[in-house]
């Protein structure tokens, strides 16, 4: 166990929908991570929050956006979702200090139909 | 803006091969580097990492990494690979700006 939480770990939408993806980092963790995996695109970095505040922004769509709150947790919303969204969401999360690891949450499969 | 380069999309060994995974970053300052695995239907684990110190790094499960400054690698080593090794490798860099940046990943398929 990473103790980095996600929930949930599965979701089934339709197209067009909005969906929230949650992440709670493991305690005294500052940093979270975001990641999207899919077979055709491989492990995509989406965007990363330290201590509240965006830090680092990768492929994320305008359709996408996430927070970190003042508790640390973080969600990511996936907006106006098509087919090519499905995929696994990973948070991870670290210290946020210079040398750090990142530790992974299980990731939430997401599957739009 | 920093990138990792993972030379392999995917290799093909027979057990007790020897395996050597490529990985190249692009940042001149400090790094921390790191090597991840992914078990089918998991999440990434840590195998290992370098901070500082010796450049050739012992992991988990028999893996090692040896970070060469000049050709700003850490290639990823297993001397005799198992069936139980398929999985998918992710090489990371972050830096001192707390930016972690993963590779596209290595995908190893180990024959029994």
């Known amino acids: 166990d990473s103790g980095v939480t996600q929930t949930p770990k599965h979701l089934i939408t339709a197209t067009g929908q909005r969906v929230t993806l949650r992440c709670s980092p493991r305690?005294?963790?500052?940093?979270v991570y975001w990641y999207q995996q899919s077979l055709d695109q491989g492990l995509q970095f989406l965007i990363q929050?330290?201590?509240?505040?965006?830090?680092a922004k990768g492929n994320i769509l305008e359709r996408f956006s996430a927070q970190q709150f003042p508790d640390l947790h973080s969600e990511l919303n996936l907006s106006s979702l098509e087919l090519g969204d499905s995929a696994l969401y990973f948070c991870?999360?670290?210290?946020?200090?210079?040398?750090?690891?990142?530790?992974f949450g299980q990731g939430t499969r997401l599957t739009v139909v | 803006a920093q990138s990792v380069s993972q030379h392999n999309h995917h290799v093909i060994l027979s057990e007790a091969a020897s395996l050597e995974l490529g990985c190249n970053y692009s940042?001149?300052?400090?790094?921390?580097l790191f090597w991840y695995v992914q078990y089918p239907g998991q999440h990434l684990q840590l195998l290992l990492k370098?901070?500082?110190?010796?450049?050739l790094v012992k992991g988990i499960k028999g893996f090692e990494a040896e970070f060469i400054k000049s050709k700003f690698s850490f290639n990823l080593r297993k001397p005799s690979v198992q069936w139980s090794d398929t999985a998918e490798y992710f090489c990371?860099?972050?830096?001192?700006?707390?930016?972690?940046?993963f590779g596209a990943g290595t995908r190893l398929t180990v024959k029994p």
């Open positions: 929050y330290y201590n509240g505040e965006e830090r």
């Open positions: 370098y901070f500082s110190g010796d450049p």
């Open positions: 990371a860099v972050n830096a001192h700006d707390n930016d972690m940046r």
């Open positions: 305690s005294g963790d500052l940093s």
């Open positions: 991870a999360s670290s210290a946020g200090q210079g040398s750090s690891e990142a530790f």
């Open positions: 940042y001149g300052g400090t790094v921390n």
